[in-house]
C-alpha cells in the first residue's frame, strides 16, 4: 500500500540554524501538506501545496518557514533560522485531487527539537 | 469548517465493539464527515468518511444520522492496537480554504483486556 514517508524521523538542531524536513509524497498525488504538533497539543495546519504554488497558508506559516517541491518525488519544509517554540511533531500530507477523493494521507512524521 | 463536539476520552473492553460518538449540528448539506486516528506521537491515519450514508470499510463503520446533525464511529472488534486518539472532522472537499483539515481534541479511546 503506499505511503507517505518522511525525512529525518528525528532532527535535534540549535535555535537560530537553519532545518529542511523532507516528505514523499504517495506518487500520484498532486496535493501536498504540512501540519505540526506540539507536544500535548492539537494537530494544526501549516500549508497547503499544489502546482508548484502554496495554495492556503495558516498564521503559523510566516516568512520563516518555505516549501518546496525541487523535483518530482520530494516535499520539502524549510524553517530558516529555529526558534524554540518550533520544537514539534511535523507531519506531511498527501491527496490525490480536489474534487473526487480528497482522503489526506499523513507521513510518520519528523519530531523536530530546538535548543 | 463546521464543529465538531467530541467526548473527550472513552474506555472499550477488548473485543468489544467501540461506539466513538460525534456532534456537527452546524454542518451544511456538502460538508463531509472524516474521521481518522493519532496512536502516540504517529501521524494521523485515516479512517473512513460519508456524506450522507453510513459508510463501512475494512477498519470500520460510520453511521450518520438522518438530520446529519451528529455521526457514531464503529470499531466492531477492538483491539489493543486501537488505543489512540479519534478525531471527527468535517469539511468541504475543494472548497477554498485550501483543503485544511481542522483538528480538535478528540477522543481518547483506551482498550483495556
Known amino acids: 500500500e503506499p505511503e507517505v514517508t518522511q525525512t529525518p524521523s528525528h532532527q535535534v538542531t540549535q535555535m537560530g540554524q537553519e532545518v529542511i524536513l523532507r516528505c514523499v509524497p504517495i506518487?500520484?498525488?498532486?496535493?501536498f501538506y504540512w501540519y505540526r504538533q506540539i507536544l500535548g497539543q492539537k494537530v494544526e495546519f501549516l500549508v497547503s501545496f499544489y502546482n508548484n504554488e502554496i495554495s492556503e497558508k495558516s498564521e503559523i506559516f510566516d516568512d520563516q518557514f518555505s516549501v518546496e517541491r525541487p523535483d518530482g518525488s520530494n516535499f520539502t519544509l524549510k524553517i530558516r533560522s529555529t526558534k524554540l517554540e518550533d520544537s514539534a511533531m511535523y507531519f506531511c500530507?498527501?491527496?490525490?485531487?480536489?474534487?473526487?477523493?480528497?482522503?489526506?494521507?499523513f507521513g510518520p512524521g519528523t519530531r523536530l527539537l530546538v535548543l | 469548517d463546521a464543529k465538531t463536539t467530541q467526548p473527550t476520552s472513552m474506555d472499550c473492553a477488548e473485543g468489544r465493539a467501540a461506539n466513538l460518538p460525534c456532534n456537527h449540528s452546524t454542518i451544511s448539506g456538502n460538508e463531509y464527515v472524516y474521521w481518522y486516528r493519532q496512536i502516540h506521537s504517529q501521524g494521523p491515519q485515516y479512517i473512513i468518511h460519508?456524506?450522507?450514508n453510513n459508510e463501512t470499510n475494512e477498519m470500520a463503520s460510520l453511521i450518520i444520522t438522518e438530520d446529519r446533525k451528529s455521526s457514531t464511529l464503529i470499531l466492531p472488534h477492538a483491539t489493543l492496537r486501537d488505543t489512540a486518539v479519534y478525531y471527527c472532522i468535517v469539511r468541504v472537499p475543494g472548497d477554498n480554504a485550501g483543503n485544511m483539515l481542522t483538528f480538535g481534541g478528540g477522543t481518547r479511546l483506551m482498550v483495556k483486556p
Open positions: 506518487s500520484n498525488h498532486l496535493y
Open positions: 460519508g456524506l450522507k
Open positions: 500530507a498527501s491527496s490525490e485531487g480536489m474534487w473526487s477523493d480528497e482522503t489526506q494521507y
